[in-house]
């Protein structure tokens, strides 16, 4: 099981750091991910880290602002966000899929969260 948390009312500009706790079994060897949906709008891939933390993924939009890191021996993914926009309000979810490859496609994890949300007063 996967649980998201660390969402909240945050003003442009400003930071949210995203927590997901992995509990169940051992994500250690599974490709994370962090995903996202705003209202009217598909869920979409933010970033995504290897089992390692080795290898990383950004979406554009998330570039220089968001840093995906992982803890394997607390069994926790984290997602960093700086200079926060608007356009960032979403629910972010995270998910897990054991696979060597960074997946950026929704529908290839098996395992989700049940999200939190983000929301980025301008």
């Known amino acids: 099981q996967l649980q998201a948390f660390g969402g909240g009312l945050v003003q442009a500009g400003g930071s949210l750091r995203l927590s997901c706790a992995a509990s169940?079994?051992?994500?250690?060897?599974?490709?994370m991910g962090w995903f996202r949906q705003a209202p009217g709008k598909e869920r979409e891939c933010v970033s995504v880290?290897?089992?390692?933390?080795?290898?990383?993924y950004y979406a554009d939009s998330v570039k220089g602002r968001f840093t995906i890191s992982r803890d394997n021996a607390k069994n926790m993914v984290y997602l960093q966000m700086n200079s926060l926009k608007s356009e960032d309000t979403a629910v972010y979810f995270c998910a897990a899929r054991s696979t060597a490859v960074l997946i950026t496609a929704p529908r290839e994890y098996d395992y989700w969260g049940q999200g939190t949300l983000v929301t980025v007063s301008s």
């Open positions: 880290i290897s089992w390692s933390g080795g290898s990383t």
């Open positions: 169940g079994r051992t994500f250690s060897t599974y490709v």
